[in-house]
């Protein structure tokens, strides 16, 4: 499967942000999607997961702020960030894995998507 992430950018604290994540090659309705992210010097974080019924799991941090959705008729995946901080300052990238359970690292996840830049002024 291909994914393709977008709708980073510059926003300024307590701005809001939606990142989509379009996908190709594979049937998106089958698939586990997660977003995660990765900060200069820092490992790449979970940061919420969505499953093929629209279960989702969240990072304790991003718990009420950030909302992860779904469009399989459009194959594709959102996040929904609001409230943003500096310290969500992160390329942001999609992912999908097969199979029916959410899982929250990284090395679950077989496909990736290129990555989007948020960046989070004070």
């Known amino acids: 499967v291909q994914l393709q992430a977008s709708g980073g950018g510059l926003v300024q604290a307590g701005g809001s942000l939606r990142l989509s994540c379009v996908a190709s090659?594979?049937?998106?309705?089958?698939?586990?999607m997660a977003w995660f992210r990765q900060a200069p010097g820092r490992e790449r974080e979970f940061v919420a997961a969505i499953g093929r019924r629209g279960y989702k799991q969240y990072a304790d941090s991003q718990k009420g702020r950030f909302t992860i959705s779904r469009d399989d008729a459009k194959s594709t995946l959102y996040l929904q960030m609001n409230s943003l901080t500096p310290e969500d300052t992160a390329v942001y990238y999609c992912?999908?894995?097969?199979?029916?359970?959410?899982?929250?690292?990284?090395?679950?996840?077989?496909?990736w998507g290129q990555g989007t830049q948020v960046t989070v002024s004070s």
């Open positions: 992912a999908s894995r097969e199979g029916s359970l959410l899982k929250r690292t990284p090395a679950e996840y077989f496909s």
């Open positions: 090659g594979r049937d998106f309705w089958s698939l586990i």
